[in-house]
């Protein structure tokens, strides 16, 4: 089987606290997989093991065939919104992302426009960002995780601050992504998040994390 994220008995403790215990996954690409859970519970612990923002304490995190802590030190081809999106505040969202891409220069100035355009926002509005709206920072963060078309997506709760038209936006967005092929992981608190768009939901509870029946 040709997994996109594979989990091997990975653990995480902070000082003498255990966050994630002898936690194994296998996902397949081409799905949406949802993980719910209280505050606290390790989802965001989790998605920063999978995307290389944390090293296990103990077990191995492979992703797109790449051993995390061996063969890089990210995980590759992936798209990340984790907590609340920062950005610097007095550039415009165009020059945030144009900034960003930059870094890899895997996509051009237009590719960055269409991101913004698929997320709703104006890829021409001049106004900086620390202007925006949580509802417009977080469309930002989504078109940043968005904007190199990655085969993977790991999203924190992407629906913070956005409207009921925004959440039913960024659901047909990801659905699309899904129907394309790609893989998305989601944390959402909102049960019809993950209801409408999850194949598979897991549960994470004081470090454990559970196939949902």
Not at 5 to 10: A, F, K, M, P, S
Not at 147 to 176: C, T, W, Y
Request: glycine fraction near 8%; proline fraction near 3%; aromatic fraction near 6%.
């Amino acid at each position: 089987m040709n997994y996109i994220i594979q989990l091997d008995r990975v653990s995480k403790t902070f000082k003498e606290k255990t966050v994630l215990h002898e936690t194994s996954l296998s996902l397949s690409p081409g799905k949406i997989y949802g993980f719910v859970g209280r505050n606290g519970s390790g989802k965001t612990v989790l998605f920063k093991l999978i995307c290389g923002l944390l090293q296990p304490t103990s077990g191995t995190v492979t992703v797109n065939g790449a051993q995390l802590g061996k063969d890089c030190d990210f995980a590759p081809d992936v798209g990340v919104l984790i907590e609340t999106p920062s950005f610097i505040s007095y550039e415009s969202g165009f020059r945030n992302l144009k900034d960003l891409a930059a870094i890899r220069k895997k996509i051009t100035s237009e590719d960055v426009r269409a991101a913004i355009r698929t997320v709703g926002l104006d890829d021409t509005d001049k106004k900086w960002v620390g202007k925006y709206s949580l509802g417009m920072r977080q469309r930002l963060g989504i078109a940043q995780a968005i904007m190199e078309r990655p085969s993977l997506l790991i999203l924190d709760e992407p629906m913070n601050g956005l409207d009921q038209a925004g959440v039913d936006e960024m659901r047909k967005l990801f659905a699309a992504s899904r129907d394309e092929g790609k893989t998305i992981l989601l944390a959402s608190h909102t049960a019809e998040d993950i209801n409408l768009l999850c194949d598979t939901v897991y549960e994470v509870n004081q470090g454990t994390v559970t196939l949902r029946n």
